[in-house]
């Protein structure tokens, strides 16, 4: 049957690998796609299927003669697999690439424009097995841009098959696909591209395609050597003129390293109904997990870039505040499942975009344009794209779309809850990632975010009601439950070594911690700052180095102070805090404590002085210390009384009844804080904070972990041990 446009052969071509249809799937594959297409189109297509290795396309068959024919057809569906992708192999080089340079030269070209606005590629690739990262490369690097296949692949620990018709347990699939579905994608698209192709716009000139061999021989017999030559000539020049005059994309990779820094901008929702923010925010969160594992990148951090969301400052100027050369910026626009995505790196001193693209697909190529942005952007910057950089940019973590989705609008959720302490919102982020888990069980981020709300809830500073139905001993299990499965699922070398820091310093051991001081990679926790006790040099040393490049970076400022005054360097620490960085509560604690460590108990009150509250147990503190009145003593007994035992700032009624020289009440306190689960962690903190002001013999719990790190716990008290002074008045 001829195809349905003159001059081609068959309307698809199945490429293959012989060694992947001994067991028939792809023979399968072909009858069911028969099928599907007659049920999907109106008229009947014709497809070329090599069924035996020997006939047709086989091994010693002539290339050339091959080319001239059976790679005259108007779609290319590869079955990528595991062995497919093979410069050895026939399949790939005498198919794969050959249509891939065919196909660009006929009346069609390649890639087509859709009915619907969209732009596809006739090579519609079928997979059967997750590939190689190397092999992944290596398809993209020869249709010079990312993959999109249609997955047939079985999924589950320790298996990577073809997806059968008939599955013995369709629900061990953690793909959650279904063959007959993935049968309908692909009729489907083929469907739009014959419709595309039908249509006389894609059509660049005759609709019978060129016949190269044929041509040249025709004019080698025709034409006279000098006039083929003065053709050349005159061809070459009309080109070089013509590339003149058009932009020149792609640009150059920008040399020097002090032009390698970048701001990402919180993407812009431009949706009818303006209800994506969570999707854009979500998308430029991934941006900086990806860009931040390029190394030789400065890069702002996602707190201080949000800082600027919806200010609508110019770009030159918010890259001079921050000190860098260039800004990411763009904006989402999603319509049902149409997802279009525009995005620009500018250079920032002369406005000049430097890249630019608008991604118009629908929401199920979300991963790729995310990889696809990272990859322009460290090209453009000329940064160095190894194995690692890339395998952390293509690790989202899943393959579902919807179970992303999922965790993006938890992942929404759960940053607002932080930003504005209210962690009864954890709660309600948990539900989105339990459906994100739901979905796809090897998702590793979702059981980590998912595990912080039983970490707050064990230090009881967040009040959160909703878990009150269980123990402190079922919550811890389900934290570490989560947090060990985020390790165990992780794809992401670094995101592992940050889940496995938390687990650690959460767990009655911390003999691993002194172990990472050695890692080179930037990882990152939370809870950086408790290597503080083993290294304060260390870790006032790495977080200054990340000061110098994000100057409104709040945490690094923080951790670096912890640093330094566990160093015995409060006057330094005190420098960090030197400008206005009291704008916000936990900036004005950080610098209250800090006049607090050197004894300067005005110094730390009028720090605080725009956060004082006279029902709060802290500022009271701060003013029994600088006035010591009766009167606010009892006030602050009157307040220790409904205090937690400690809260998600650290503070603890230990500070209180120290200054009120009540040193028993104080140790009970501790003891008592020692006694419950993270009870070591919440008092490592206090320690780290405020200093030691409880007996080290009144926590063994505390004092067994301090051994753990190398520390012991009687020399540790006896250097460090301080009795708060209070000021005295009638």
Request: charged share 25%.
């Amino acid at each position: 049957m001829p195809a349905i446009i003159p001059g081609f052969e068959y309307d698809i071509f199945i490429s293959y690998r012989h060694n992947d249809n001994r067991s028939g799937w792809v023979t399968d594959f072909v009858n069911a796609l028969h099928e599907e297409l007659a049920a999907t189109l109106k008229e009947p297509l014709s497809i070329y299927f090599d069924k035996n290795q020997y006939d047709g396309l086989g091994e010693t068959d002539s290339v050339n003669k091959s080319l001239e024919g059976k790679l005259k057809c108007l779609i290319f569906i590869p079955i990528i697999s595991q062995t497919y992708c093979d410069p050895m192999s026939f399949a790939w080089q005498h198919e794969f690439c050959a249509f891939n340079t065919l196909s660009s030269q006929d009346s069609f070209g390649r890639d087509i424009k859709l009915n619907n606005g969209n732009v596809t590629s006739r090579i519609l690739p079928v997979k059967i097995h997750d590939l190689d990262l190397e092999d992944k490369l290596m398809i993209e690097k020869e249709i010079g841009g990312f993959l999109r296949p249609i997955d047939f692949i079985f999924k589950s620990a320790g298996v990577n098959r073809p997806l059968r018709q008939v599955e013995e347990h369709p629900q061990d699939n953690l793909n959650h696909t279904f063959y007959r579905d993935q049968l309908n994608k692909v009729a489907n698209a083929v469907k739009g591209i014959v419709q595309a192709i039908k249509s006389s716009s894609n059509v660049k000139s005759s609709p019978t395609p060129v016949n190269i061999t044929q041509q040249d021989s025709t004019i080698r017999q025709r034409v006279p050597a000098k006039f083929i030559f003065a053709a050349i000539t005159i061809i070459v020049l009309i080109s070089l003129g013509f590339w003149k005059f058009q932009p020149k994309q792609p640009v150059p990779a920008i040399k020097g390293p002090e032009n390698k820094s970048l701001v990402v901008l919180p993407f812009a929702d431009i949706s009818p109904k303006k209800d994506q923010q969570w999707f854009s925010d979500g998308l430029t969160e991934e941006l900086l997990n990806t860009l931040s594992s390029l190394e030789g990148l400065k890069l702002i951090s996602r707190t201080t870039s949000f800082s600027f969301k919806e200010k609508g400052l110019p770009a030159k100027r918010i890259a001079d505040s921050l000190g860098v050369a260039h800004v990411l910026e763009g904006s989402v626009r999603k319509v049902d499942d149409q997802l279009r995505v525009t995005v620009q790196l500018i250079k920032a001193n002369d406005d000049t975009h430097l890249w630019s693209h608008v991604y118009e697909y629908t929401i199920d190529s979300i991963f790729e344009i995310q990889a696809d942005i990272s990859k322009n952007v460290a090209n453009t910057l000329d940064l160095l794209l190894d194995n690692r950089a890339l395998e952390n940019m293509e690790s989202i973590g899943t393959t579902s779309v919807e179970a992303y989705q999922e965790f993006l609008k938890g992942r929404a959720i759960y940053l607002e809850a932080h930003l504005t302490a209210n962690f009864d919102r954890l709660i309600e982020a948990n539900k989105f990632f339990d459906k994100a888990i739901q979905i796809y069980p090897n998702f590793a981020r979702a059981y980590f975010d998912r595990a912080d709300v039983f970490n707050h809830s064990l230090l009881a500073g967040a009040n959160i009601r909703a878990l009150d139905n269980l123990s402190d001993r079922e919550q811890y299990d389900r934290m570490m439950n989560d947090i060990n499965k985020a390790i165990a699922l992780s794809q992401n070398s670094v995101d592992k070594i940050g889940y496995s820091f938390t687990r650690d310093i959460f767990s009655n051991d911390w003999t691993p911690l002194p172990s990472y001081l050695d890692i080179t990679e930037n990882w990152e926790s939370g809870w950086e700052l408790f290597l503080a006790i083993v290294d304060p040099k260390f870790v006032s040393r790495q977080y200054l180095k990340a000061i110098e490049v994000d100057q409104l970076a709040d945490m690094p400022r923080y951790w670096a102070a912890i640093g330094l005054v566990n160093d015995n360097q409060p006057d330094s620490a005190l420098l960090l805090y030197k400008n206005d960085y009291t704008r916000s509560y936990v900036n004005a604690r950080v610098k209250s404590f800090l006049f607090f460590r050197k004894n300067d108990y005005q110094g730390a009150l009028d720090a605080f002085q725009n956060y004082k509250r006279d029902d709060d147990a802290y500022s009271l503190f701060l003013q029994i210390l600088t006035r010591g009145s009766t009167k606010d003593r009892a006030e602050l007994d009157r307040q220790l009384a409904s205090q937690p035992l400690f809260d998600s700032y650290g503070y603890s009624p230990i500070l209180a009844y120290n200054a009120l020289g009540e040193y028993s009440r104080a140790d009970s306190v501790a003891s008592l804080i020692d006694s419950r689960l993270l009870g070591h962690f919440s008092l490592c903190y206090n320690l780290l904070s405020f200093g030691l002001h409880f007996h080290l013999s009144a926590t063994p719990n505390f004092a067994a972990r301090l051994r753990e790190l190398g520390i012991d716990p009687v020399a540790y008290e006896k250097k460090h041990y301080r009795v708060i002074s209070v000021k005295t008045s009638q």
